[in-house]
């Protein structure tokens, strides 16, 4: 599978955006998609995760109640809302999709798109 993140840009504390996640090789709804961030000088986070079907979602405590996830399979797309940004925000988002179900840790997905960098200012 490939994936394309798209969708990241700068914007104002309180402000949203909408990611996407394009996939392309195989068959998309085998696999659950996450998407995780990376912030500079820490460590790669778990964002939130959604199932093949779209039925289940999982969401990280800091964004739980501000960021949505869902998906297209039609579309073979996954997007992910971020509503009430704030800068603690600000990192490259991920997306990355694993045959073995939603899940939060990193090294459960199997394929990795190129990041889209979002970037909060207050």
């Known amino acids: 599978v490939q994936l394309q993140a798209s969708g990241g840009g700068l914007v104002q504390a309180g402000g949203s955006l909408r990611l996407s996640c394009a996939a392309s090789g195989r068959t998309f709804s085998n696999y659950a998609v996450g998407w995780f961030r990376q912030a500079p000088g820490k460590e790669r986070e778990f964002v939130t995760a959604i199932s093949r079907s779209g039925g289940t979602t999982q969401y990280a405590d800091y964004v739980k109640g501000r960021f949505t996830i869902s998906r297209d399979n039609a579309k073979n797309t996954v997007y992910l809302q971020m509503n009430s940004l704030n800068p603690e925000d600000t990192a490259v988002y991920y997306c990355?999709?694993?045959?073995?179900?939603?899940?939060?840790?990193?090294?459960?997905?199997?394929?990795w798109g190129q990041g889209t960098l979002v970037t909060v200012s207050s």
């Open positions: 990355a999709a694993s045959i073995r179900g939603y899940k939060s840790t990193a090294w459960a997905y199997d394929y």
